[in-house]
């Protein structure tokens, strides 16, 4: 079995743990491949170069999984939305051509995004992998939602002018749902051992319009991952209350932000937790990397616990803070 699998198990002995993006602009072996390839999107569409960013955090660090290099918003690109990514911008989006999006068929969307597939396939077989989990990933129907309608990455008051066609909504969000499960199975088909479904802007919501807008729908993915013997991971980033997602949506594993605490996270929640460490930690002093990740190891010391972050590595972390925090991790007892 697989490091991180044991680890959900409950039956491994050293601690677990990959980063969200691991791989990016930290490392200047990525930089490197992507100065010379300046369309993200066509990035992630090269099946050789996204296989081989993959992997460059399993050569630097003694990592326990990889995670293919692609992006939540190759979904809107397949269903035909364009999608650009501005430098110091992020993501722009184009418009939604809603009687386009809902003749899309299935093969169409498995086609263009095909050169994910086959990256999957391929670092699947690569020495780096060997028993190494390889972890596959979808926006969860909100975030991927939410990016569709406000076509750049929302605030608080983007939310309630993008939501008022009731009826527009429900036949979108239906057809996301539909593809991003299409998505998911060509990912564990071609190798994907886990899937994390990221929903990046849960905290945009109120609790009134979690049942609509959030557990309801990942529950519907969650219960399609489960159906394939995989194991999910869930991170609602900004969510109010974990143990109340937990409930609703029933994931194997429950990633937490830098705002929840671990300890009461450790006494309320009983599936396997993954995260919390705040990305800022490995861009101040080793010293409090230490005592901060110490934090975390102690809350989780009885309880099934993979190492991660409560979001992605910020792009001006030095990857030796990551070594750093990687050690830490495992020669911790
Ligand atoms: O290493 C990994 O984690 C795997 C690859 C990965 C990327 N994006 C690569 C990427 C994953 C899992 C994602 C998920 C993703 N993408 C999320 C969910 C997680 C989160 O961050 O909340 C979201 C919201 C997106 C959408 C997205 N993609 C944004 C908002 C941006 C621009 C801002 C940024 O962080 O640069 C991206 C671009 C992106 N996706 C980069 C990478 C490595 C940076 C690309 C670059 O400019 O070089």
Redesign the pocket.
Known sequence: MTALLDCINKKSNTNCIW???????YLPE??NI?SKNTD?IKL?LDEDLSSEI?VQ?LKRFDIDAA???????LVPYALGQSVK?K?DF??LLGDIDFPKISKIGESEFSEKLKPVYNAIKKTKDKVELKDKDLIG?V?APW?ILI?MLNKK?PKNEDIGSNLKDIKFIDDLLKIIIKFLKIHIENQISNGATII?I?D??VGLLDEKDYDKFVYRPTRNLVNFVKSKNIPVIC?P?GINNYKNYVSAVKPDVISIDYDADPKEISETIDVTVQGGLNPNFLIGSKKDLQTNVIKYLDAFKNKPYIFNLG???L?NTDPSMVDYLVKLVKDYS
Do not use: E, N
């Open positions: 980063l969200m993006r691991q791989a990016g602009r990525f930089r992507r993200f992630c993959t955090p995670i293919i290099f692609s992006d939540i918003l990514f430098k992020g993501p990933f926006g975030t990016y990455s994390q990221f990046s802007w991170f980033k979001h992605g590595v792009p």
